[in-house]
């Protein structure tokens, strides 16, 4: 009966070891992980709701109007000043260009 006494600390002791590793998880989790997962969701619903006439900026650097959505999830962009138009996959735009300017 003495012995198993003597381990009940033992036991607690070596729980208590593991309370600052989970404290340090979380914080990252709250910090690292939660914020990027917010802004991939809002990645996604802006790459969702492009529509025609959308100025947008590709992760190229190209700044250009949504003139067209194609069928295959594309989108045709006019880039000035020469009008050319220009084909890229809607998961290509990085932002809208009318939001980089409000910020």
């Known amino acids: 009966m003495n012995f ?3 381990q009940t600390p ?3 002791s070596s729980l208590l070891q593991f309370v600052p590793i ?7 989790y709250f910090l690292l992980f939660m914020p990027m997962q917010r802004q991939k969701k809002q990645q996604q619903k802006m790459l969702t ?3 025609a006439g959308d100025q ?6 190209v700044v250009g109007t949504i003139v067209g959505i194609n069928d295959d999830d ?6 000035k000043p020469d009008n050319v138009k220009l084909q890229f996959a809607r998961g290509s735009v990085a ?3 009318n939001q980089e ?3």
């Open 4 to 6: 198993l006494l003597l």
């Open 10 to 12: 033992a036991a607690a």
């Open 22 to 28: 989970l404290l340090i998880f979380g914080i990252f």
């Open 49 to 51: 709701e492009l529509k």
């Open 56 to 61: 947008v900026v590709t992760n190229g650097g």
């Open 74 to 79: 594309t989108l045709v962009l006019r880039v």
């Open 95 to 97: 932002s809208l260009a």
């Open 101 to 103: 300017k409000k910020s």
